[in-house]
């Protein structure tokens, strides 16, 4: 079932910029907000997840602005253990692409190997939002594609961001919340 959101319209195109068929991004070194999706369903999750933030922290050109809680989610995708999912804010001074290869580098780090499709993973690290940033490349698409219809990742994305708009829906994220079935969301006793 397809329902229509009662939010502002987005901001115009004049207003924000539009990346098509590029890699791109901000030019000037000024910090810029970015949202994250973290993920792992294979080894000690919490503590990999734990890591990977304190990675990322000690990141030049990355500041850690705030964390969720963790919560335990269903995996989408073929038969495999239960994720914990959570998001992070930071405030970053690098752009788009560099970030994603950073993201990329650390998945690699803790071990990540891409062969299947939503497969089991070690660590999953996903670059949701970008300022107000939309990008589409090959690579990179901002904001991530599947975000509003991921209810593990707006759950704990709404516990830091709630009022960051969604610069696609312009929605924001509590009120994308609000459309998506969190019952497979369930907060980590671990936290």
């Known amino acids: 079932m397809v329902t229509e959101l009662a939010c502002p319209e987005p901001a115009s195109f004049a207003q924000r910029l539009v990346e098509k068929g590029r890699s791109g991004g901000y030019a000037e070194a000024k910090p810029r907000r970015s949202a994250l999706g973290l993920g792992s369903n294979i080894g000690d999750s ?22 969720s809680n963790w919560y335990q989610t269903k995996a989408v995708g073929p038969p495999q253990p239960d994720y914990l999912n959570g998001c992070v804010t930071l405030q970053v001074e690098i752009l788009p692409q560099q970030l994603l ?14 062969q299947e499709r939503w497969g089991p993973r070690i660590l999953d690290l996903d670059l949701l939002l970008y300022d107000d940033l939309i990008v589409d490349t090959p690579n990179l698409q901002i904001p991530h594609p599947r975000m509003r219809d991921r209810a593990f990742v707006l759950v704990p994305l709404a516990e830091i961001a709630p009022d960051w708009i969604e610069p696609v829906s312009g929605c924001v994220i509590k009120e994308l919340l609000k459309e998506v079935d969190c019952s497979d969301v369930h907060l980590w006793m671990g936290n």
Request: proline share 3%; glycine share 6%; hydrophobic share 50%.
């Open 46 to 67: 919490q503590t990999i997840l734990e890591a990977a933030i304190e990675t990322l922290a000690q990141t030049p050109g990355i500041l850690l602005e705030a964390k």
């Open 101 to 114: 290869e950073i993201l990329l580098a650390i998945e690699q780090q803790f071990g990540r190997v891409r």
